[in-house]
């Protein structure tokens, strides 16, 4: 079995920061590609960022500039820390990981959520 936590959301007002975690647990052998996604209400969830087990970096133009995408592998966990907040990244973000478990199976997993709100 694979859990996924994540952490770090909540209210911020319009321009301040937010840092999301991410932390994987379980019988893992290997982590390949994390990432982050979001859903809004009465939206389709939408890749936020990801990040590859080597470190390349993806980021979607609605955030790119004001977002990092990290990892620490010895945690495994993944990060997203977001800056200069506006009202439209308010949403659900959901972590997503490919994950290779001790059995040799390669899946995608996902975070429960957690709601990040950005209002004054």
């Known amino acids: 079995q694979v859990q996924l936590v994540e952490s770090g959301g909540g209210l911020v007002q319009p321009g301040g920061s937010l840092r999301l975690s991410c932390a994987a647990s379980?019988?893992?052998?290997?982590?390949?590609?994390m990432g982050w996604y979001r859903q809004a209400p009465g939206k389709q969830r939408e890749l936020v960022a990801t990040?590859?087990?080597?470190?390349?970096?993806f980021y979607a133009d609605s955030v790119k500039g004001r977002t990092t995408i990290s990892r620490d592998n010895a945690k495994r966990t993944v990060y997203l820390q977001m800056n200069s907040l506006k009202p439209e990244d308010t949403a659900v973000y959901y972590c997503?990981?490919?994950?290779?478990?001790?059995?040799?199976?390669?899946?995608?997993?996902w975070g429960q959520g957690t709601q990040v709100t950005v209002s004054s």
């Open positions: 990040i590859t087990s080597g470190g390349s970096t």
């Open positions: 379980g019988s893992i052998f290997s982590i390949y590609a």
């Open positions: 997503k990981v490919q994950i290779i478990s001790t059995l040799g199976r390669q899946s995608d997993y």
